[in-house]
């Protein structure tokens, strides 16, 4: 049975910098393609970062430059570093392991507001 835990959300100011991480239980954690994808209110969820087994990264075009996406096969845990938030940001973040069709976590809020 695969875990993800996410923690890290908050209510955060525009400008300011959050990190995510999200502790996986698969033994295998190193050979499988981790991410985040967000959701906001009234909106599908959407990719926003993933890497893979190999540590090759993808983001959104919306997070490039901000966003850092890495992992810790040792930790079986991957982080999602945000700075420059801005109020789009706000939404609830999910891991993901596997694309798609893989695991979900339960989500974190993230709230980015003056």
């Known amino acids: 049975h695969v875990q993800l835990v996410e923690s890290g959300g908050g209510l955060v100011q525009p400008g300011g910098s959050l990190r995510l991480p999200c502790a996986a239980s698969?033994?295998?954690?190193?050979?499988?393609?981790v991410g985040w994808y967000r959701q906001a209110p009234g909106k599908e969820r959407e990719l926003v970062a993933h890497?893979?087994?190999?540590?090759?990264?993808n983001y959104a075009d919306s997070v490039k430059g901000r966003f850092t996406i890495s992992r810790d096969n040792a930790k079986k845990t991957v982080y999602l570093q945000m700075n420059s938030l801005k109020p789009e940001d706000t939404a609830v973040y999910y891991c993901?392991?596997?694309?798609?069709?893989?695991?979900w976590g339960q989500g974190t809020q993230v709230t980015v507001s003056s």
């Open positions: 698969p033994s295998l954690f190193s050979i499988y393609r």
């Open positions: 993901n392991l596997n694309g798609p069709g893989g695991a």
């Open positions: 890497t893979t087994s190999g540590g090759s990264t």
